[in-house]
């Protein structure tokens, strides 16, 4: 293919150089000639020069990430106008880009064109985490559908990782990231990259990355400002004290049901920093009541607002060239992610052998043998009943005696709090290898490829969790004391009851291709060659699970384990989490063909058209999928383009062959046999003829979330067309606008729990009952339901200014404005609009049902804005991140506040290169110090919108980086 660049090209380079790749080129103060090469741009088959693709691909350097503050791949995908998160302060799976708010599942992730082995639990995405940041060259984000191309999950566009081609010579990173209130949130990452061999002199380079990255936890505590009343209490919390809970110093009573009635550290503090003395609710009520009196865990030091993690990879990558355009490349990768998800304080469910522990009256730290003193009681005091606990001669008044025990057994709900807050290791491993080969012969260009993806994903237990049956020895030996502090033998007790690094849960994806490209030019037309690419690709993938680890579950009478039919673990000894999995190996083989031809018509006119087909073997279907895109330069200033496609996504693996029910179980009214005007609050029905309340009424219900028979399932299908182009009204300044639609139709969401309360006779078929009539489980897993339909607007704009004397200014801004996002919960479903607001209604999870718990958050405007300045061996940087404002729906009681505040958080950064081999780097990243925006809404228990936002509040950045040779 001929590699010189053509006039008409210059408006689309522009765009490539100024737009997407300025944070390199502000390096050079002066202009110089550039011979540009063709490569491979994402979202075709075909090599081009960067800016020829009628497509919308934005491109990011690493230099320009590095300028804008960021520490990790996160903060790319943070800042995206393109991308709406799913929350980012938490959760497990990682950083997951979100284009167009369609879901993280709907979003192609590839390293180098080619795709990994998928977070293995979902089996449906990529986290950022485990991409190597050293190796990188830049990020490619193409905003438009290509199933044309890639097939399954591009509905919403690709973001393509592509490392540097080779590397030679040594360099070291070190990078901090410090909150300025608190070491905890701070972020510490070093990076190393070394290579030998020059492609061009010597024919082979080899070069290999590594990143480490440790960021410690922020807990409430960290951030008592954004808890305390004087902002939360317009959102209708903190209004009323906190009732009585389950703590570690703990509520007593005489029933193994009720969680307390008394607590002897009441009166002196309860003990900080684990729990704080309330007088409950009803304190501030009319008339006040003090039932709930007692000690309540500190929220400040139990709740954690962001999570800590561990980021390592390994990179490697060897390229030869054999001669005569032939080239070979070998890549390995290694990623290790684990997340240190905090968990509170772990307490005993149903799932363990009780809900309550027990103390006998021969523990030496039973009320009234000495250590741990009887409270004080008004009322008769029998030694057979329960009087109430004494506050003060005004709220409780009455004849006061001490608690008349009689060597009643007592039963509380109890906690761990001195060996700290409690976590679990959530690790993803990620490993990779593909051996490619490009190169020449026979009058084609040729690629092929061998793609090998393994990724792992087990959690196990970190700190915190016990023994429930080894607790529950320590009472009754009168070890352990649950009433205050342990003492030297009780801590030394409950550390070695402590359940460390115990895996409990293990699940595996591996990712099998051989693929080949074949690039041929047929013949000359007007504005250049007539190019035909021909792809195939052939693809197994594979998912294993784990038998549910049998060291602490549960026996029942025979000898038998206490695990159900379908391989759900009953009972088990572990507080706070429960061995899960049934042993299976899935697997699915794909095949692959695309057939795409680029027709540069005149120099003005380039039409490009695509078509994908793809047969699952587990789906027992082929999609077929074609694309059309066109590119008009009818000046050297303006370019049109536009581009319309057909997309799918095939359920998961997983979704498909789920070897494992996800079983979950809920107090409520059986809809049909216990109707009730309010069907989702239990206790509220009344018992048809034939049955009791006990029967029918407020009865524990499982519904399955996951089935393991999903064969009806079939893919997503899509229809996407863009319209754009870019234009350069002054010398400096490009400007490019897309609008963009997309409508999917057989959308893959579960069924609410809420939907069948609601609406029994709609889906009697998923209310499974047993022979007497009663609920056995109900059926909430996924189905093909419902649509979704959406418009926008992408906005981008870069001006270059450059003066003799001052230095060289490039301003950038990156926006996207939402004129529709609706969607529907269910075929033929009325759709709902989504954008700018909040709501507790439950359907309108349903995009997102099986990723995520909350709402998809949809902002009308979001942008991304940026000025730098470089003169000499300085460089800075000023950036700003946008999300427009929302209106709340659904704010909680006694709260009228509706109104969620734009959010707007600023970044400077400044670098230093005037030394030998060094390159030094400061920055603040929230320089203003904003907060989350507040919100009243019931689904943030916290009062701030925190999965946008910055929680560290105002942060100090250095980094240092140096070259060896």
Not at 513 to 519: C, E, F, N, R, W
Request: hydrophobic share 35%; net charge positive; proline share 5%.
């Amino acid at each position: 293919m001929n590699p010189k660049l053509r006039p008409s090209t210059s408006l689309t380079l522009c765009a490539a150089a100024v737009l997407s790749l300025f944070g390199a080129a502000q390096a050079q103060e002066t202009a110089a000639p550039v011979t540009m090469e063709r490569i491979q741009i994402t979202g075709s088959s075909i090599k081009r020069l960067s800016g020829e693709t009628a497509l919308s691909v934005s491109v990011n350097k690493t230099e320009e990430l590095d300028a804008r503050g960021h520490t990790e791949l996160k903060d790319l995908i943070l800042e995206l106008p393109q991308s709406l998160s799913l929350g980012t302060n938490s959760g497990a799976a990682g950083p997951v880009l979100n284009l167009r708010g369609l879901g993280p599942m709907r979003t192609l992730t590839l390293l180098n064109g080619r795709r990994m082995a998928n977070e293995p639990l979902q089996d449906q995405y990529v986290s950022a985490n485990v991409i190597p940041r050293m190796a990188l060259d830049r990020v490619e984000t193409l905003r438009d559908g290509a199933s044309s191309i890639y097939g399954s999950d591009a509905i919403g566009g690709v973001q393509n990782y592509v490392t540097k081609t080779s590397f030679k010579g040594a360099k070291i990173k070190v990078e901090l990231n410090a909150p300025e209130r608190s070491p905890r949130g701070q972020t510490n990452a070093v990076g190393f990259i070394a290579g030998i061999g020059d492609l061009g002199t010597d024919g082979w380079n080899v070069y290999g990355t590594m990143d480490y990255q440790t960021k410690s936890a922020l807990m409430q505590g960290d951030r008592p400002e954004l808890f305390d009343g004087s902002a939360l209490n317009q959102l209708g919390l903190l209004l009323t004290p906190s009732n009585k809970n389950q703590s570690p110093i703990a509520n007593y009573g005489f029933s193994a049901t009720a969680n307390s009635n008394y607590n002897s550290s009441f009166a002196t503090g309860c003990v900080a920093p684990y729990s704080l003395p309330t007088l409950g609710a009803g304190s501030v009520a009319t008339p006040a009541t003090y039932s709930n009196a007692g000690c309540y865990r500190d929220p400040n030091f139990f709740t954690a607002v962001s999570d800590g993690s561990r980021i390592s990879n390994l990179y490697g990558k060897g390229t030869l060239n054999l001669g005569k355009g032939h080239r070979l490349t070998l890549e390995l990768a290694h990623a290790d992610f684990t997340v240190k998800k905090y968990r509170g304080m772990q307490l005993p469910s149903s799932n363990e052998p009780a809900t309550t522990y027990n103390i006998p009256s021969t523990s030496k730290f039973y009320p009234g043998n000495g250590i741990t003193p009887l409270v004080n009681v008004v009322g008769s005091n029998t030694g057979a009943n329960s009087p109430a606990m004494y506050i003060d001669p005004v709220k409780t008044p009455g004849v006061v005696s001490p608690l008349r025990m009689n060597n009643r057994l007592v039963y509380f709900t109890w906690g761990p709090g001195e060996l700290g807050n409690a976590y679990r290791n959530d690790q993803q491993l990620n490993d990779r290898m593909v051996l490619s080969a490009e190169g020449s012969a026979f009058n084609w260009d040729y690629r092929v490829g061998l793609n090998y993806g393994h990724s792992t994903r087990d959690t196990r237990t970190g700190g915190g969790y016990i023994l429930y049956s080894k607790a529950q020895e320590g009472f009754t030996k009168g070890i352990l004391n649950p009433f205050g502090p342990q003492d030297a033998a009780g801590l030394e007790y409950l550390k070695s009851i402590e359940l460390r690094d115990y895996i409990y849960r293990k699940n595996e994806a591996f990712n099998k291709s051989v693929d080949a490209t074949l690039t041929r030019e047929l013949m000359d037309l007007g504005g250049g060659p007539l190019t035909l690419a021909i792809t195939g690709e052939l693809r197994r993938d594979e998912a294993k699970v784990s038998a549910a680890p049998l060291d602490y579950v549960g026996k029942l009478a025979d000898g038998s384990y206490n695990i159900s039919s379908a391989g759900v673990v009953l009972k088990d000894d572990i507080v706070g989490e429960n061995p899960t999995g049934v042993a299976a190996k899935l697997h699915r083989n794909i095949k692959s063909a695309v057939v795409e031809l680029d027709a540069p018509l005149t120099k003005q006119w380039t039409i490009n058209g695509a078509v994908r087909s793809d047969t699952y073997s587990d789906l027992k279907t082929t999609t077929v999928n074609p694309k059309l895109s066109v590119r008009f330069q009818p000046t050297a200033e303006l370019m049109l383009r536009a581009s319309a496609n057909t997309g799918f996504r095939a359920p998961s693996i997983m979704d498909i062959q789920n070897p494992t029910p996800e079983v979950r179980q809920v107090a409520m009214d059986d809809p049909v046999l216990c109707p009730s005007p309010t069907p989702t609050i239990a206790n509220t029905g009344t018992p048809v003829s034939g049955f009791t309340a006990a029967q029918v009424c407020n009865v524990t219900t499982n519904y399955w979330t996951k089935s393991p028979d999903n064969s009806h399932l079939k893919p997503e299908k899509s229809k996407g067309w863009a319209v754009g182009g870019a234009f350069e009204p002054l010398k400096g300044l490009l400007v490019t606008v897309d609008y963009w639609g997309i409508r999917i139709d057989d959308v893959l969401g579960a069924l609410t729990l809420a939907e069948v309360q609601s609406a029994p006779a709609k889906y009697a078929a998923n209310i499974l009952r047993n022979a007497d009539g009663t609920i056995n489980y109900i059926l909430t897993s996924q189905a093909n339901r419902g649509g979704m339909n959406m418009r926008g607007l992408d906005i981008a704009a870069t001006y270059q200014l450059r003066t003799p004397s001052y230095g060289t200014f490039n301003f950038k801004l990156d926006g996207t404005y939402y004129d529709k996002y609706a969607f529907s919960v269910e075929k033929g479903g009325e759709f709902y609009d989504n954008i700018g607001i909040l709501t507790g209604d439950g359907k309108f999870t349903g995009p997102n049902a099986g990723l995520a718990t909350m709402q998809q958050i949809v902002y009308r405007w979001k942008h991304t804005a940026s000025v730098n300045w470089r003169l000499g061996n300085w460089s800075t940087q000023l950036s700003q991140r946008y999300s427009s404002g929302l209106t709340d729906l659904t704010p909680r009681a006694g709260s009228n506040y509706t109104e969620v505040k734009a959010y707007k958080q600023y970044n400077l950064s400044a670098s230093y290169s005037g030394f030998k081999s060094l390159k030094l780097g400061f920055g603040i990243n929230n320089i203003t110090d904003v907060n989350p925006p507040l919100t009243a809404n019931t689904t943030y228990s916290g009062g701030y919108l925190t999965s946008g936002a910055d929680i560290l509040g105002r942060t100090f950045r250095f980094s240092a980086e140096y070259t060896f040779f």
